[in-house]
């Protein structure tokens, strides 16, 4: 039987991950993430929103041990000479001397080799470990998976849309992962910016989904490593951490859960369209 609540690898990196990992941007008290790491979640997202309150939980855990949490920061710099004193910033207010991965955010074409030699700086200097990549071009992830194949991608894991209403990495992604030198795979927006949790955008005579079956739908997919929640409170916390004990889908539960999703696909447009979509069209 699968068991979700183990670490896994991600990717060809080395480090062990959590199934489950927790975005910054709506934590407004540090406790919660405290205790989702006592439960074993592992992977911490310090993304485009840097609460005080998650940087107060990564310091109190680095504290504590530094090694059991793998830390992402993000960087939406378009301009070289700015990513390394954001970066400085941020690990100073987090308390540790390096983070885990540095995410260069929302790229739909390559980056500037200028911006790519200021990442890989700040590896070399110890203040990164690994780089990682988001996009919302998701056919463009083809390339740089034919980069990580040859040993000449700087990029150890690439984050991406992946929910039962944007389903597209499916078939547009998840194929073209390399056996060799395979990157780790992060999915966010799992509930569709809680679209698939708002009664009022379902099908008539149809429940909402639990946020638990989100995650349980991105994780489902064998080419997902680490599937990010956002909790606003405690509660919600928990119910992202239950879907690790519920496991994988059920055939029955996948159809009904892509039914929804595809209702979802055809009446409300997402605010920023992917390529590959036919929203992008």
């Not at 990196?13 to 592992?42: C, H, M, P, Y």
Request: glycine share 8%; charged share 20%; with cysteine.
């Amino acid at each position: 039987m699968i068991d979700w609540n183990s670490h896994v690898p991600f990717g060809s990196t080395g480090i062990q991950v959590s199934r489950l990992g927790i975005g910054s941007s709506f934590v407004k008290d540090a406790a919660i993430v405290e205790e989702a790491v006592e439960q074993g979640v592992n992977y911490l997202y310090w993304g485009s929103i840097r609460r005080p309150a998650f940087g107060k939980a990564i310091r109190n855990l680095a504290r504590k041990n530094r090694e059991g949490i793998v830390l992402t920061v993000q960087s939406y710099s378009r301009v070289a000479s700015l990513m390394g004193p954001s970066v400085e910033l941020a690990l100073r207010r987090a308390g540790v001397e390096y983070f885990d991965f540095l995410l260069l955010g929302m790229w739909n074409q390559p980056p500037s080799e200028r911006l790519v030699e200021a990442a890989l700086r700040l590896k070399e200097q110890g203040k990164v470990r690994h780089l990682m990549l988001s996009t919302h071009n998701r056919p463009s992830l083809q390339g740089h998976f034919a980069d990580s194949t040859r040993g000449a991608s700087p990029f150890d894991v690439f984050m991406l849309r992946y929910n039962a209403v944007h389903r597209g990495a499916e078939t547009d992604v998840f194929p073209y992962l390399p056996e060799q030198q395979r990157p780790g795979v992060v999915a966010y927006t799992a509930t569709r910016w809680g679209h698939l949790l708002d009664d009022a955008k379902m099908p008539q005579g149809v429940k909402p989904l639990a946020a638990r079956d989100c995650y349980r739908f991105c994780l489902s997919n064998e080419a997902v490593d680490v599937v990010l929640c956002g909790p606003a409170d405690r509660a919600q916390m928990q119910e992202a951490v239950r879907a690790l004990d519920a496991g994988p889908l059920s055939a029955d539960e996948r159809e009904h859960i892509c039914a929804v999703g595809d209702h979802v696909y055809g009446k409300h447009a997402p605010q920023f369209a992917e390529g590959g979509d036919k929203h992008a069209a």
